[in-house]
């Protein structure tokens, strides 16, 4: 596998990745220039006798002169196996220390926000990856570099060399009010229709649903006030949120809010290559999303980690509404998941909205029938 973007290079060789990054950036040409010019003021001056004062000046520009030739020909190599994450610069010896560090005084890898800048006339994130270890010191491993999703692959490749199991989530897996963790956040009710013995009687269901009949029918074509049956239970279904998607795999999804008069159960229907999937879903409170990284309007993380698992984010989607009360508004959207587990987080903001995220579980569409009258 090599990888080549910009000033970073990826490669692995046999049970060792090795990433180089390049100091060489668009900058250093015109901190060459300046060097240049610099140095030629020197030299004039030394033509006509500037006296010793001019040797701080000297001083400087062969501290310059020395740091320009180091950008120009410096790289940092970050080597990572199952032992160990080794970081070297050279071959010019800098103020950049070497770091060999044994994989299990690593806590964590992650993509952090560094600074602000320009880049095409706005304002663009650059981004660090940094290591922590278990005593809470933290290291950074590459300079700034502004393509997040490269460092955040880099961050994964690195993470399975050293055979990481979690990227610096809380320490206990996050929990929900009467669940398990995350990784089972669905509604018990949910999971009792799996059980062999229910945990209690099941509900007596009203005389008039007795002599209803049922027949399977698609949970993406529900009208808002509509009926249908869902574990033998009737639900109504209270609104829908209809969403055409630019991304040609995923043209449409549905968000449909039932209710059985005790409680709303959410669904999400998202269509993937001509196929309609199903999914229960929970929004996170406030709480849970800033346990998971959430933060307002910001950027979204570029991993999430719950329960020892660690969730990445598919490519972005952007749709727009069509229909409800903000029909029309675009809503952009991450779809977060690892290959541990079957459950997955989906992320999304409208507009300049701060970010809601809702955890999901797969569903069988056969569990939901139409309601005859």
């Known amino acids: 596998m090599r990888i080549t973007d910009h000033n970073i290079r990826i490669e692995r060789r046999g049970n060792e990745l090795l990433v180089t990054y390049s ?25 006509f006798d500037a006296g010793w004062p001019i040797v701080f000046h000297l001083l400087v520009a062969a501290l310059l002169l020395y740091s320009v030739v180091a950008l120009f020909v410096n790289t940092t190599v970050v080597s990572a196996t199952a032992r160990e994450l080794r970081v070297t610069h050279g071959p010019l010896p800098t103020w950049m220390r070497h770091v060999t560090i044994p994989a299990r005084d690593i806590r964590r890898l992650y993509v952090d926000a560094a600074v602000e800048g320009p880049a095409e006339g706005a304002t663009a994130a650059y981004w660090q990856l940094r290591a922590e270890r278990v005593d809470g010191s933290r290291i950074n491993l590459l300079y700034p ?19 990481l199991s979690g990227d610096g989530g809380p320490e206990h897996p996050l929990k ?70 630019e991304n040609a795999h995923h043209p449409r999804s549905r968000v449909i809010v039932l209710s059985d008069g005790w409680g709303k159960r959410y669904f999400h229907a998202e269509m993937l290559r001509g196929r309609w999937a199903y999914y229960e879903e929970r929004p996170l409170n ?4 800033t346990q998971l990284g959430f933060s307002g309007a910001g950027e979204h993380p570029g991993a999430l980690v719950n329960g020892g698992h660690r969730y990445y984010p598919d490519e972005q989607r952007r749709g727009d509404i069509t229909n409800g009360p903000r029909r029309g508004e675009t809503l952009v959207q991450y779809t977060y998941f690892t290959t541990r ?26 569990v939901f029938t139409r309601c005859n009258e």
Not at 25 to 36: E, G, H, R
Not at 202 to 223: G, I, K, M, N, T
Not at 344 to 351: Q, T
């Open 341 to 366: 587990s079957y459950v997955r987080f989906r992320a999304y903001r409208i507009g300049t909205d701060a970010w809601k995220v809702c955890v999901q579980e797969p569903v069988d569409a056969a």
């Open 145 to 163: 570099h502004l393509n997040r999703d490269l460092l955040t692959r880099l961050e994964r490749e690195i993470a399975v060399f050293l055979q």
């Open 286 to 289: 406030r709480e849970e999303l």
């Open 23 to 47: 100091w060489r950036t668009p900058a250093t040409y015109a901190l060459l220039v300046f060097s240049l010019i610099w140095d030629g003021l020197l030299y004039i001056f030394l033509l």
């Open 176 to 245: 929900l009010p009467g669940e398990n963790p995350v990784r089972h956040p669905l509604p018990a009710k949910m999971r009792q229709r799996e059980e062999t013995v229910p945990a209690s009687p099941p509900r007596p269901l009203p005389r008039h649903r007795l002599s209803r009949q049922s027949e399977p029918f698609a949970l993406c074509r529900v009208e808002e006030g509509q009926s249908l049956l869902l574990a033998a239970c009737v639900h109504r279904v209270l609104h829908t949120t209809s969403i055409n998607w």
